[in-house]
């Protein structure tokens, strides 16, 4: 039987990493279960401008990979595999990764969350053949073609504008005539001379032979269909949290994002800590996520303190039906 631990962090992302650079400075000695695709979101961004420090930006792998030795350097350990299962009815909490159990006293969150896809015909067919949700990652592979950007928030028209590098024609179609974007992104994608609206219209198909060759759209107000050739179809209408672990155990809102107290990082579970994207769909920033990751370190050091200095009473958890919120 493995010990028990001071704190698992789950996720490899700018919040758990942050978590870990704390807590193993503060000698918790965290395991961090960092995910088989570490990094998080970051991975697949290539330029990273607006991370406080670096005056001339990083690609994000980068980054990453400096977050994580950062982490290493004070006694991180790492498991590089994905969470299978989560059990926090009692302390210590179990954390499992396949066949392996880990146990410990505080477990810190911050499994991010993931681009969302359309669902329709077609998109999972030709995923990586001309469909992507990342124009950073694959924007590159569409030097003088025609692509289609879904959305009308910020994500759809930062991936427009940035395909505009390679594209020779960019089309945003939006399923209504208002956007959620901020007026200076839709400003700056709308003045572009290469970027085209379509507005009020959906997709109903991805189509092609092998590639991506053309796609249905529909007009949201007359139902009306037509055909479009393009070479490409970048997916961005937001994000899911990856909360599947964990929603059956915290307290979360409609969207599946976990809820902490305000002010802190504490789910409804003492001892159970979230940061980063995972709780946050407002700001979802690499340096907000890392902020974050170092307040549940303080709050998980803070906890484990406490509960040192009653070592010798029950270390039960409520059960999350009976647990305080
Ligand atoms: P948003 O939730 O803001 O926007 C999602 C867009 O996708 C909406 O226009 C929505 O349409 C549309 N959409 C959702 N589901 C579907 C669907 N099934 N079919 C068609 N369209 C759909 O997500 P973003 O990722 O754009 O932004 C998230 C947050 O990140 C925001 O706070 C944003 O400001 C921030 N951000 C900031 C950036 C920056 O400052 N550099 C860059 C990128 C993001 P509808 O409006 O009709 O619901």
């Not at 088989?36 to 406080?52: A, C, H, K, R």
């Not at 007009?219 to 179809?233: A, F, H, L, M, R």
Request: proline share 3%.
């Amino acid at each position: 039987m493995e010990e028990t631990r001071n704190l698992i962090i789950i996720g490899g992302g700018p919040a758990g990493y942050t978590a870990a650079l704390y807590a193993a400075r503060a000698n918790l000695a965290p395991l961090v279960v960092e995910g088989f695709n570490w990094g998080g979101q970051l991975m697949i961004t290539s330029d990273v401008e607006n991370y406080p420090g670096y005056a001339d930006g990083i690609m994000g792998p980068e980054m990453m990979a400096d977050f994580r030795r950062q982490a290493e350097r004070f006694g991180t350990e790492f498991v590089t595999d994905d969470v299978t299962e989560v059990d926090f009815s009692e302390r210590p909490f179990k954390v499992v990764v396949d066949k392996d159990e880990y146990r410990a006293n505080s477990v810190i969150i911050a499994t991010g969350a993931s681009a969302r896809w359309l669902g329709l015909p077609g998109e999972a067919t030709y995923q990586g053949r001309g469909v992507s949700a990342c124009a950073t990652c694959d924007g590159s592979f569409f030097r003088g073609k025609e692509l289609i950007v879904v959305g009308g928030g910020d994500t759809a028209m930062e991936e427009a504008t940035f395909l505009t590098r390679f594209a020779t024609k960019v089309t945003v179609v939006h399923r209504r005539d208002e956007f959620r974007a901020s007026p200076i992104m839709l400003d700056r994608a709308r003045n572009h001379e290469n970027i085209e609206f379509i507005t009020n219209a959906a997709i109903d198909e991805i189509k092609g032979d092998g590639k991506v060759e053309s796609v249905v759209l529909r007009d949201t107000q007359s139902g009306n269909t037509w055909e479009q050739k393009v070479d490409g179809v970048f997916v961005a209408i937001g994000h899911d949290p990856n909360t599947k672990l964990f929603v059956d155990w915290l307290d979360h809102d409609d969207a599946g994002y976990l809820v902490t107290k305000p002010g802190t990082t504490e789910t409804n579970i003492a001892g159970v800590f979230a940061a980063g994207d995972v709780q946050d769909h407002t700001y979802r920033q690499a340096v907000t996520a890392a902020g974050s990751g170092c307040m549940a370190a303080l709050d998980a050091e803070r906890f484990l303190a406490e509960l040192e200095g009653h070592a010798g009473t029950a270390l039960t958890a409520p059960r999350p039906e009976a647990a305080e919120v």
